[in-house]
T-cell receptor, first 117, second 109 residues
Framework: DAGVIQSPRHEVTEMGQEVTLRCKPI?????LFWYRQTMMRGLELLIY????????DSGMPEDRFSAKMPNASFSTLKIQPSEPRDSAVYFC???????????????FGPGTRLTVL | DAKTTQPPSMDCAEGRAANLPCNHS???????VYWYRQIHSQGPQYIIH???NNETNEMASLIITEDRKSSTLILPHATLRDTAVYYC??????????FGAGTRLTVKP
C-alpha cells in the first residue's frame, strides 16, 4: 500500500483565497483524521471521521474551516477565506481495525505545508 | 483522556540506550499508553503501546510502572536516525488522540 496520500504537498496562497487540501486514506481503513501543526500550538486534532461520518469537529478553529468525506477513499479540508494565521502543516491520518495493526495505530500522511500570504 | 508530562528535551549517545520518561498520574483503567515519534518534516509515526504489561517490538520497549502512573520508552541502541520528537499519549478506546509537546531526543555521535 502507498500509505496515506496527501495533496498538494506545498500550497502558497494569498489571504482571502479558498484552499482545499486533499487526503486519500489507506485502503480498508475506516477512520480518518485531520491535524494541524504549528510551532506555537504543536500538533492539534481538527476533526475525525468514522465510516465517512464526522464524529468530533470540536478542534476546527472556526467556520472558515470545513471538512468532508464523500466516500471511504477521499477527504477534503477546505479553508475559505484563508488567513495568514492558517499557515501551518496539515496532516491527514487514517486507522483501521483490520490486520495486525493496533486499533488506534494511526498512519500519517506526509502533510501539506500551507503558507497564506 | 489523561494528561501526560514529558521532559522537553534529552540527549543520548549513539549506540547507547535512550530512556524516555512519561508521567500520566491521572490515567484511568481503560486508557492505553501510546508512543509516537515525529522525525523532522515528516508525519508522526507509531512506535508502541501498552496497557499494563511491558511491551516490546522491533522498534522499542515500553515499561509501565505497576501503578500505571508513569512509563518509559526504551530505544535499546539509539542511532542518529532516532533523533526526533517523541510523544507519549494516554488514550482510551476512542480515536481522539491529543499530542502534547513531547520530548525532543537528540542522538549524538
Amino acid at each position: 500500500d502507498a500509505g496515506v496520500i496527501q495533496s498538494p504537498r506545498h500550497e502558497v496562497t494569498e489571504m482571502g483565497q479558498e484552499v482545499t487540501l486533499r487526503c486519500k486514506p489507506i485502503s480498508g481503513h475506516n477512520s480518518l483524521f485531520w491535524y494541524r501543526q504549528t510551532m506555537m500550538r504543536g500538533l492539534e486534532l481538527l476533526i475525525y471521521f468514522n465510516n465517512n461520518v464526522p464524529i468530533d469537529d470540536s478542534g476546527m478553529p472556526e467556520d472558515r474551516f470545513s471538512a468532508k468525506m464523500p466516500n471511504a477513499s477521499f477527504s477534503t479540508l477546505k479553508i475559505q477565506p484563508s488567513e495568514p494565521r492558517d499557515s501551518a502543516v496539515y496532516f491527514c491520518a487514517s486507522t483501521g481495525t483490520s490486520g495486525a495493526s493496533s486499533y488506534n495505530e494511526q498512519f500519517f500522511g506526509p502533510g501539506t505545508r500551507l503558507t497564506v500570504l | 483522556d489523561a494528561k501526560t508530562t514529558q521532559p522537553p528535551s534529552m540527549d543520548c549517545a549513539e549506540g547507547r540506550a535512550a530512556n524516555l520518561p512519561c508521567n500520566h498520574s491521572t490515567i484511568s483503567g481503560n486508557e492505553y499508553v501510546y508512543w509516537y515519534r515525529q522525525i523532522h518534516s515528516q508525519g508522526p509515526q507509531y512506535i508502541i503501546h501498552g496497557l499494563k504489561n511491558n511491551e516490546t517490538n522491533e522498534m522499542a520497549s515500553l515499561i509501565i510502572t505497576e501503578d500505571r502512573k508513569s512509563s518509559t520508552l526504551i530505544l535499546p541502541h539509539a542511532t542518529l536516525r532516532d533523533t526526533a520528537v517523541y510523544y507519549c499519549i494516554a488514550l482510551n478506546n476512542n480515536n481522539d488522540m491529543r499530542f502534547g509537546a513531547g520530548t525532543r531526543l537528540t542522538v549524538k555521535p
